[in-house]
């Protein structure tokens, strides 16, 4: 097989295709904290709390990757209490609430999976997993609530198609709101910034992970990023309203947020 055994039973394979996985996403787990020192955690609940989930809601975050952003929302869901409404013939909740967690990269789909059975969503029909292109979404119009996107966008080939396809499947009054890597303007904070980027980052990514050239292109994908009003003018051209944006350790995080009327 692929992995060198000569006779590996079907039970170890999967076994083991699924450790692959999980040691490719617990290392990129391991860098998102160590680059942050952890504050990444911090701006998802940030992106999540700006959101305001409610239960029966349909979501889509997509460039969700192993899910972080989408269990958050889940347990904000879980956490509020509420009359559900039920179908008095066959005792079903009316409105059940939908999280799609679009990628583009089915492994890491897999690994979120995989980790939500250990949270214990196993069983829970609200997390739908979707392989897809933020491009050229497979959801219907206004089809959606809410519309995440959390260190996605950089790396797309073409933002204007992923804001267009946002606006499109988010239903009139739904949020549009997009945490991303931005541009630190004050300017000490600025300096240090450009001093952590360019000479930990690398360093970081060669020793954790084995990959300098990688984390090189990281860092030079954050500086091609349009800057925070740039990008708001761009969302705005897509045609949401109320834009604004705001700034979480001086820009080194921005989250853009914007409203479909
Ligand atoms: N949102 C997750 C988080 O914050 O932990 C994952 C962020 S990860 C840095 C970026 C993700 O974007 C990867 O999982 C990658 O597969 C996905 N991605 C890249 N290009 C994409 C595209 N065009 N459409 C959908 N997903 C994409």
């Not at 617990?26 to 609940?45: E, I, P, Q």
């Not at 797309?156 to 198609?161: G, Q, W």
């Not at 000479?199 to 990023?225: C, K, M, N, T, W």
């Amino acid at each position: 097989t692929s992995f060198g055994f000569k006779e590996v039973k079907e039970e170890d394979k999967s076994q083991l295709v699924s450790n692959v996985f999980s040691s490719v996403a617990s290392n990129y787990d391991l860098m998102n904290d160590l680059m942050s020192g952890g504050l990444h955690r911090l701006w998802k609940d940030r992106l999540v709390s700006k959101l305001n989930p409610f239960p029966g809601m349909k979501h889509l975050d997509v460039a969700g990757g192993t899910g972080d952003v989408a269990f958050r929302i889940l347990d904000t869901v879980k956490s509020i209490k509420y009359r559900a409404i039920r179908d008095p013939l066959n005792d079903h909740l009316l409105e059940e609430t939908h999280i799609y967690v679009c990628d583009i990269n089915p492994n890491m789909l897999n690994v979120g999976r995989k980790w939500a059975i250990e949270r214990g969503y196993g069983e829970d029909n609200s997390l739908i997993w979707v392989e897809g292109n933020a491009e050229k979404l497979s959801f219907q119009d206004q089809s959606m609530d809410g519309y995440t996107i959390a260190f996605g966008i950089r790396n797309v080939t073409h933002i204007e198609k992923v804001l267009a396809e946002a606006y499109r499947v988010l239903k009139r009054g739904g949020r549009f709101l997009c945490l991303e890597l931005s541009h630190v303007e004050v300017p000490v904070l600025k300096d240090l910034y450009d001093y952590y980027s360019f000479s930990v980052i690398p360093a970081l990514g060669e020793l954790v992970a084995g990959d300098r050239e990688s984390y090189q292109y990281l860092v030079e994908s954050i500086r091609r990023f349009p800057s925070q009003d740039k990008f708001a003018s761009m969302i705005a051209d897509a045609g949401f309203q109320k834009v604004e944006y705001e700034n979480l350790v001086g820009g080194v995080v921005a989250i853009h947020s914007g409203l479909k009327f």
